[in-house]
């Protein structure tokens, strides 16, 4: 059964700061997504990690894939207040089109 | 782009009555459409695999004489939540894709409140 965790839970971060977003997963699979949720709304399209070792960047976000390691992180820079929402990786099960979530990591940004 | 619509957004009902949510790919057609829960300050989970032309797959625990789901064209599946009760109150929201190996297409969601 694909298990897809996170961590942290919870971020607090101060405006101007580096943080990462780590997303574990327990099956192999070659496709990840980041989402973005803001409150009271749907999901977000962040990114779509298809390949081992796959980074995209957008913004002060950036987003890469281990498959190997079963791993992908979100890499924020110099955080800004805006970027406070929840976020979410999902992993796609291998065959299946089925995305299983993260537990999510509630970023809140101080100024 | 691809557009998934889920409607209603919003809807408030008193326990005990059945309450239908509408999933629509706007632009494009969908053989499998995906419905997920998520409880406040929890994470999606997923419900049930809606299959276009035939029974929905449902994952475990979840109850398909409670959540009934019909996906009876390539654009439309809904979900239809039967004899409502105040612990169904939760955030459920759709996802399609043109084509299975394609990223999923989220809907704006539905927030159900049962009285």
């Known amino acids: 059964e694909l298990k897809v965790e996170q961590n942290p839970l919870f971020l607090s971060m101060q405006e101007g700061k580096n943080y990462t977003i780590y997303c574990n997963y327990s099956?192999?699979?070659?496709?990840l997504y980041w989402y973005r949720q803001d409150p009271g709304k749907s999901l977000e399209s962040l990114f779509v990690?298809?390949?081992?070792?796959a980074v995209k960047q957008e913004g002060r976000l950036m987003a890469s894939l281990d498959t190997k390691a079963r791993l992908s992180t979100l890499h924020i820079t110099a955080a800004v207040h805006d970027l406070s929402a929840t976020y979410f990786c999902?992993?796609?099960?291998?065959?299946?089109?089925?995305?299983?979530f993260g537990t999510g990591t509630r970023l809140k940004v101080l100024a | 782009g691809a557009v998934v619509s889920q409607h209603p957004s919003r809807v408030i009902c008193k326990s005990g009555t059945s309450v239908k949510i509408e999933c629509r790919s706007l632009?494009?057609?969908?053989?499998?459409m995906f419905w997920y829960r998520q409880f406040p300050k929890q994470s999606l989970m997923l419900m049930a695999t809606?299959?276009?032309?035939?029974?929905?797959?449902?994952e475990q625990g979840v109850e398909k004489d409670k959540f009934l789901i019909n996906h009876a064209s390539l654009t439309l599946s809904t979900l239809t939540v039967t004899s409502a009760h105040p612990e169904d109150s939760s955030f459920y929201i759709c996802?399609?894709?043109?084509?299975?190996?394609?990223?999923?297409?989220f809907g704006d969601g539905t927030r159900l409140s049962i009285l």
């Open positions: 099956t192999t699979s070659d496709r």
């Open positions: 996802s399609a894709s043109p084509q299975g190996d394609q990223p999923q297409h």
């Open positions: 809606s299959n276009e032309g035939s029974k929905a797959t449902y």
């Open positions: 632009d494009f057609q969908a053989t499998t």
């Open positions: 990690l298809l390949s081992n070792g």
């Open positions: 999902a992993v796609e099960g291998s065959g299946t089109y089925k995305y299983i």
